[in-house]
């Protein structure tokens, strides 16, 4: 049965997946959800005898209805390949109860790579399928993970170019390098003299200019962005929580129809959406553990169903969570409210107005597969020092607010079901954090020197997105003021 995509704060026509992950955004401001969730036509037990890639292709061909079968088993060819260190791609590591869902064996160690290294090829086929000939061209600012993951996803793709701007002096040393190195004859990285919020406002300047779409159209070029609410990026992480399920399974950690508990380390409520997902497909997961740091918006809203952003925002160890504004929720919302959606447009008007929304009891009760949680700094270092030393093993600062939140859960509701926990993050990525909630006395070590130590302590080998950067060339040195943005663009296109 066709899924078509649906806009949450309009009734206006319902697209076909390639339109919505061009578009990104619906015109009125909306995010696209999908008319119904399909349910899995095979078995989880069949599931469990397949690889990461044909499950991929189960999963998205359900929500992906106007791909071919061709189209859419070379984007996940294209994707889920060598780039990934393991062939498992999402293996799975059991500790006690729980089990830890890895997704950070991509090309940029986050679990962003395992849905922007498949966004690439779902973006140019959709292109192709709507006889769009212009070259695309993504624009995204970041503050860090995104724009790295981005381009190492789009690098050398055909028909696309990729340009990332970033605040010059607001990201850590080891991001800049990782993203000034990108190599690719498509990939432009720019520093700007500026804060994230300005990388942000030039970015969607641009997007927003009428003006220069029609120069971009006509030198064959035309936008388009990598966000996280593109359907294209939420539907390929449906997979592996189906996948997860489908190895427990496979090895017997699981009875057939057993119930697990899933745990997200959450921001922007795209990873946990995605599971919730995976429940309304089959797959059978009792509780949704939504865990988040010390922003605790999301952890105050399951409790008292009032949203509100108006808060300090609170600089974390655990800074891809340092999030206020959850903008995947409002699928969430939009659902609960019976896809009803001038209702959902009303409580995001009051949101973007006052900071702040309440719902309904009823839309409460909805609600009840999740739970929130949250997790202070200290909680999350102790869980990784705990972790490391009764079982060796090394999580992340976000995985451990999953770790920790869930801990606390467990020690309240006495629930004893098996639990796979989202491992957002390779601790390589955050090292310096993951070291120090080990023993204080690595703070005083240098970067690289942290890195072969934690190597030994957790007996991993050293991943080679961190190798490649300790000896690798700059790439990218333009720096330009927040006002020379747009001119920064038409010299990468020769316009
Ligand atoms: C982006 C990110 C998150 C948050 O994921 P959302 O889908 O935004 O909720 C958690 N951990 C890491 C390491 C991330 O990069």
């Not at 890195?451 to 790439?475: F, G, H, M, Q, W």
């Amino acid at each position: 049965m066709e899924v078509l995509y649906k806009s949450t704060r309009s009734n206006s026509e319902a697209v076909p997946a390639s339109k919505a992950i061009l578009k990104g955004l619906a015109d009125d401001g909306g995010l696209f959800v999908p008319d119904h969730i399909p349910a899995l036509d095979v078995s989880l037990q069949d599931l469990s005898k397949m690889s990461y890639k044909e499950v991929a292709y189960e999963v998205m061909k359900l929500f992906l209805t106007d791909f071919t079968e061709e189209e859419l088993k070379k984007c996940i060819d294209g994707a889920y390949d060598e780039k990934f260190d393991t062939e498992a791609i999402a293996p799975l590591t059991e500790i006690g109860n729980t089990y830890y869902l890895e997704l950070y064996h991509g090309a940029t160690i986050a679990f962003k790579d395992m849905a922007l290294s498949i966004l690439p090829h779902l973006l140019t086929t959709s292109a192709k399928k709507n006889k769009i000939e212009n070259e695309i061209v993504i624009l995204t600012a970041t503050s860090g993970d995104t724009g790295k993951a981005a381009l190492a996803g789009f690098a050398d793709v055909p028909g696309t170019k990729i340009i990332v701007f970033y605040p010059k002096n607001g990201v850590s040393p080891i991001q800049e390098k990782q993203m000034v190195t990108q190599k690719g004859d498509n990939t432009h990285v720019v520093g700007i003299h500026g804060n994230f919020d300005d990388a942000q406002t030039g970015v969607k300047n641009m997007f927003h200019n009428p003006e220069l779409a029609k120069e971009l159209n006509a030198k064959g070029f035309q936008f388009s962005s990598a966000n996280s609410i593109n359907i294209g990026r939420l539907v390929p992480q449906i997979v592996y929580y189906v996948y997860a399920y489908a190895r427990l399974l496979a090895e017997e950690k699981i009875a057939d129809k057993e119930m697990i508990n899933v745990v997200v380390p959450t921001g922007n409520f795209g990873n946990i959406l995605a599971a919730f997902y995976a429940k309304n497909m089959g797959v059978p997961i009792a509780k949704l553990v939504c865990a988040s740091n010390e922003n605790k918006v999301l952890f105050d809203f399951f409790q008292s169903g009032t949203y509100d952003r108006n808060r300090d925002f609170i600089l974390t160890s655990s800074p891809s969570m340092d999030i206020l504004i959850s903008s995947n929720l409002e699928r969430l919302i939009y659902r609960i409210a019976g896809n009803d959606s001038e209702k959902n447009a009303e409580l995001m008007k009051n949101l973007s107005e006052g900071g702040v929304y309440t719902i309904t009891d009823e839309m409460k009760t909805e609600l009840k597969d999740f739970v929130g949680e949250y997790a202070s700094e200290e909680e999350c270092f102790k869980k990784i020092r705990t972790l490391y030393e009764e079982y060796g093993y090394v999580i992340d600062t976000h995985t451990a607010v999953a770790s920790a939140g869930y801990d606390t859960y467990v020690k309240q509701s006495q629930d004893q079901t098996k639990a796979v926990i989202a491992s957002t993050a390779s601790p390589y990525k955050f090292t310096r954090s993951v070291m120090k909630a080990i023993d204080e006395k690595y703070d005083k070590m240098e970067d690289f020197a942290l890195v072969d130590e934690l190597s030994k302590l957790s007996n991993t080998s050293v991943p080679n997105a961190i190798e490649e950067i300790r000896t690798a060339p700059v790439l990218h040195d333009t720096v330009c003021e927040k006002d020379e943005m747009e001119q920064v663009v038409k010299n990468f296109l020769g316009i």
